[in-house]
């Protein structure tokens, strides 16, 4: 399989491109584009690849970008785009639209921090504000994450069990722009993982109409049915990774990624790219006789509770880094598993890197020092008054 060096952007624009070729034997490519800093060099990258039976649509904001994905994605096209911050603010009436259509658009944000005051650098508050959008949502760590799981995400939206759109995050900067060896299969092994798209509902078969009135049952009833589906996505999601171990020799990453928690008393948990530097403070917490131990949530919708709770089953030290805030209230990650560990156990939460500020080995460890102070879990702590 060849190796590219090429930015996490690019990882992400390649693997469209490939996932777009594949179905030119269905309905084709479609994609609107709009610039943003830190995604502009994905849709860049894209707008220069020669994809078979398909349209980049270079559109006058980011709203028009969705409504370009929605329009294809209602025809049966393979859809796809790219946004961060603001953007993703502005296109939030028709994201909300693409996922109630069900319809399997496939968008990658660059997280970075929502203005103004104006800040261009990681957090994950542009794409946790789109938590209850009704997308499934994963969190990478590497560019060849961000590469397979663009891949994985065509697979499982367009799944006829889930047909909910996806979103790939990725930290702005920290991740889009870092240039690495990434490993890119051939277009013939894209089409034996990728079938062609097949939207049951999609308009030009049976005259029909998307985005109609509702009755009140019938939003009941509409909710129900994509929220189970949203459930199911993680069951599907081991039969995508099972058919692209098969076809690539090698395996995506799970839900939640566990490194060194077997004896572990101390877990660190957390999202992104602060996961593998987690991992780097695990192993030099190890050296100092800390049995620590690291969970990376790649997963955050559907949200994997019970793997969850398993993992922390017996561990009475948790440390939650949040790269986000829920003004007046705290960490979004931690608001969501702090009652899935032992009755009992410390869970604290920091809130450390927002605004694209650096979470490095030494920050981690100290908080797992502060936190073996504490007998009880507090309010939640912002990491820049701990140091």
Same mark, same amino acid.
């Given at each position: 399989?060849?190796?590219? =060096?090429?930015?996490?952007?690019?990882?992400?624009?390649?693997?469209?491109? =490939?996932?777009?070729?594949?179905?030119r034997?269905?309905?084709?490519?479609?994609?609107?584009?709009?610039?943003?800093?830190?995604?502009?060099?994905?849709?860049?990258?894209?707008?220069?690849?020669? #994809? &078979?039976?398909?349209?980049?649509?270079?559109? &006058?904001? &980011?709203? +028009?970008?969705? /409504?370009?994905?929605?329009?294809?994605?209602?025809?049966?096209?393979?859809?796809?785009t790219?946004?961060?911050?603001?953007?993703?603010?502005?296109?939030?009436?028709?994201c909300i639209?693409?996922?109630? =259509?069900?319809?399997?658009?496939?968008?990658?944000?660059a997280?970075?921090?929502?203005?103004?005051?104006?800040?261009?650098?990681?957090?994950?508050?542009?794409?946790?504000?789109?938590?209850?959008? /009704?997308? #499934?949502? *994963?969190?990478?760590?590497?560019?060849q994450?961000?590469?397979?799981t663009? =891949?994985?995400?065509?697979?499982?939206?367009?799944?006829?069990?889930?047909?909910?759109? *996806?979103? #790939?995050?990725?930290?702005?900067?920290?991740?889009?722009?870092?240039?690495?060896?990434?490993?890119?299969?051939?277009?013939?092994?894209?089409?034996?993982?990728?079938?062609?798209?097949?939207?049951?509902?999609?308009?030009?078969?049976?005259?029909?109409?998307?985005?109609?009135?509702?009755?009140?049952?019938?939003?009941?009833?509409?909710?129900?049915?994509?929220?189970?589906?949203?459930?199911?996505?993680?069951?599907?999601?081991?039969?995508?990774?099972?058919?692209?171990e098969?076809?690539?020799?090698?395996?995506?990453?799970?839900?939640?990624?566990?490194?060194?928690?077997?004896?572990?008393?101390?877990?660190?948990? +957390?999202?992104?790219?602060?996961g593998?530097?987690?991992?780097?403070?695990?192993?030099?917490?190890?050296?100092?006789?800390?049995?620590? /131990?690291?969970?990376?949530?790649?997963?955050?919708r559907?949200?994997?509770?019970?793997?969850?709770?398993?993992?922390?089953?017996?561990?009475?030290?948790?440390?939650?880094?949040?790269?986000?805030?829920?003004?007046?209230? /705290?960490?979004?990650?931690?608001?969501?598993?702090?009652?899935?560990?032992?009755?009992?156990?410390?869970?604290?939460?920091?809130?450390?890197?927002?605004?694209?500020?650096d979470?490095?080995?030494?920050?981690?460890?100290? #908080?797992?020092?502060?936190?073996?102070?504490?007998?009880?879990?507090?309010?939640?702590?912002?990491?820049?008054?701990?140091?």
């Open positions: 399989m060849p190796v590219e =060096l090429i930015s996490a952007n690019q990882a992400a624009a390649l693997s469209a491109t =490939l996932a777009g070729r594949a179905n034997t269905g309905r084709g490519f479609c994609s609107g584009v709009y610039p943003i800093t830190p995604a502009t060099e994905c849709m860049e990258y894209l707008c220069a690849q020669e #994809i &078979e039976k398909s349209r980049v649509v270079r559109v &006058e904001s &980011e709203h +028009s970008a969705m /409504g370009v994905c929605i329009g294809g994605a209602a025809t049966g096209a393979r859809t796809f790219t946004t961060s911050s603001n953007g993703l603010a502005y296109m939030a009436e028709n639209t693409a996922a109630s =259509l069900r319809l399997p658009v496939v968008m990658v944000v997280n970075r921090t929502m203005g103004p005051p104006w800040n261009i650098w990681a957090d994950h508050g542009d794409s946790l504000m789109m938590r209850d959008s /009704g997308w #499934i949502q *994963f969190y990478c760590a590497d560019n994450e961000v590469f397979d663009v =891949l994985c995400a065509f697979r499982l939206a367009e799944d006829p069990q889930v047909l909910t759109p *996806f979103m #790939i995050c990725m930290d702005g900067f920290t991740l889009s722009h870092t240039i690495a060896q990434t490993k890119v299969p051939e277009q013939k092994e894209v089409d034996r993982f990728l079938p062609p798209t097949s939207i049951p509902h999609q308009l030009g078969r049976i005259p029909h109409a998307l985005g109609q009135i509702e009755l009140s049952s019938q939003v009941a009833a509409h909710r129900a049915q994509h929220h189970n589906a949203l459930l199911g996505a993680e069951k599907v999601y081991k039969t995508v990774q099972d058919s692209f098969q076809i690539f020799n090698r395996r995506p990453a799970e839900p939640v990624v566990a490194y060194r928690l077997e004896d572990a008393e101390t877990v660190i948990i +957390s999202m992104g790219t602060i593998a530097t987690a991992e780097q403070a695990v192993d030099k917490l190890r050296q100092q006789g800390v049995k620590a /131990g690291s969970l990376r949530v790649r997963m955050f559907p949200f994997p509770a019970d793997r969850l709770r398993s993992l922390l089953r017996g561990k009475m030290f948790v440390a939650v880094i949040d790269r986000d805030i829920s003004l007046g209230f /705290g960490g979004i990650l931690w608001g969501e598993l702090r009652g899935l560990a032992e009755p009992g156990a410390v869970v604290q939460n920091y809130i450390a890197g927002i605004g694209g500020g979470v490095r080995p030494g920050h981690i460890r100290d #908080i797992v020092a502060e936190l073996k102070h504490r007998s009880v879990s507090a309010a939640p702590v912002i990491m820049e008054e701990l140091l």
